[in-house]
């Protein structure tokens, strides 16, 4: 992110090599502008053949990496550098010894932490009054369980800044997430399970959830953690379940036997379906931001002061299609925006709600986007 004199300097290295190219403004204030000399950089993002098929929706495509200038706000320190979806690997590996060795001495926290919500907060929150937080959650489960692909519900590249705006609750530390490829422990019994967490990772102490299992065919039960970490020397903290306000558990989870009013990644998921962003806010304890990148020329389009993205776009789950008023688009962690955002069966579409006018912000290529769900929908 160039800022301050850098920018100043920048951009009069883009002026006298001719760089700055064709500037199309957009009525409400929004410029993009076209460096010649920009190169699309690889972006670590899932292969994904629809990626590759041309948009049909109406508008300017452009041949070139978008640039722009936005509205700045107030800095807001949970805002993140959207840069980090291009700088983390998207792909899955073995912890290295050095990863391994961190969480040495650490409390961890048990749970599949897709959501990210309260209800997981609480478990981290509890890890950080004892020790030192980690979350140890599992990849690679859908493949070995043979579950359908779904889109997350916090884009990968998104979690680092979720767990940040967790700090103030748990002591001012971020939690770390660690994770563990699930085809590693599947076949572990209770006793094995925690006997890796004993002797391979060397952590102190364990905080689940009042219905966590674990062990193969999740055979062991919260009791049995307790039991089992006391043999090796570990804490063991069982939480009570942070439970959902809003009990409708009839219309989510109908055949779920688990369901007992708890906050939960499937209320998440319903939530979403319905658009009531209100409802999800609540749940994650934050407002929901999905995330939108690009690695080819004509990803974004320009419509009549609109700027519109294929859903393939999405790197998490958007709401479902309706229009939605207060939201915020996020440029850069300096330049977010008010919007209203518009989703239909194919699309994503941002309007800007206040007239933008230019800062220093050119000669930068312009390939992610956040957006910040308000709680009104239209």
Not at 147 to 170: F, G, H, M, N, Q
Not at 220 to 233: I, M, N, P, T, Y
Not at 298 to 316: H, M, Q
Request: net charge positive; with cysteine.
């Amino acid at each position: 992110m160039l800022t301050g004199s850098r920018i100043s300097q920048h951009l009069r290295e883009c002026n006298n090599h001719q760089h700055l190219g064709l500037g199309l403004g957009l009525g409400l204030g929004l410029g993009f502008y076209h460096s010649r000399t920009v190169r699309p950089s690889s972006v670590a993002v899932s292969s994904d053949k629809r990626l590759n098929n041309t948009s049909s929706s109406s508008g300017i495509d452009f041949g070139f990496p978008l640039v722009g200038c936005l509205q700045a706000r107030s800095p807001r320190s949970e805002i993140p550098v959207l840069s980090d979806c291009f700088s983390q690997r998207e792909d899955d590996h073995e912890p290295t010894s050095e990863e391994v060795s961190s969480v040495a001495g650490g409390v961890v926290a048990l749970g599949k932490f897709d959501a990210l919500h309260i209800g997981h907060r609480e478990l981290a929150i509890q890890a950080a009054k004892v020790g030192v937080p980690f979350l140890l959650s599992f990849v690679g489960m859908a493949e070995v369980l043979g579950w359908e692909p779904r889109a997350p519900i916090v884009a990968k590249c998104d979690r680092k800044r979720v767990l940040s705006s967790w700090a103030p609750y748990c002591g001012n530390v971020t939690p770390t997430e660690f994770q563990i490829e699930f085809s590693k422990v599947r076949q572990l019994s209770p006793r094995q399970f925690v006997e890796k967490l004993s002797r391979e990772l060397g952590i102190r102490g364990v905080v689940a959830g009042q219905n966590y299992r674990f062990g193969y065919k999740a055979s062991g039960d919260a009791s049995a953690l307790v039991r089992l970490c006391e043999e090796h020397g570990m804490g063991a903290y069982i939480i009570n379940s942070v439970m959902d306000k809003k009990q409708v558990s009839k219309n989510i989870v109908p055949d779920n036997t688990k369901e007992q009013g708890q906050v939960s990644s499937t209320r998440v998921r319903h939530a979403l379906a319905e658009g009531d962003m209100k409802y999800v806010s609540e749940l994650l304890g934050r407002q929901h931001r999905l995330m939108l990148t690009t690695n080819d020329r004509e990803r974004f389009r320009i419509d009549k002061g609109r700027v519109s993205a294929p859903k393939s776009c999405s790197l998490n789950l958007p709401p479902r299609e309706g229009r939605y008023t207060n939201c915020s688009l996020l440029f850069s962690e300096e330049n977010v925006v008010p919007c209203r955002v518009s989703i239909d069966t194919t699309h994503i579409h941002l309007e800007l709600e206040e007239r933008a006018t230019c800062v220093d912000v050119t000669c930068q290529e312009f390939r992610s986007l956040g957006i910040d769900f308000g709680e009104s929908r239209v």
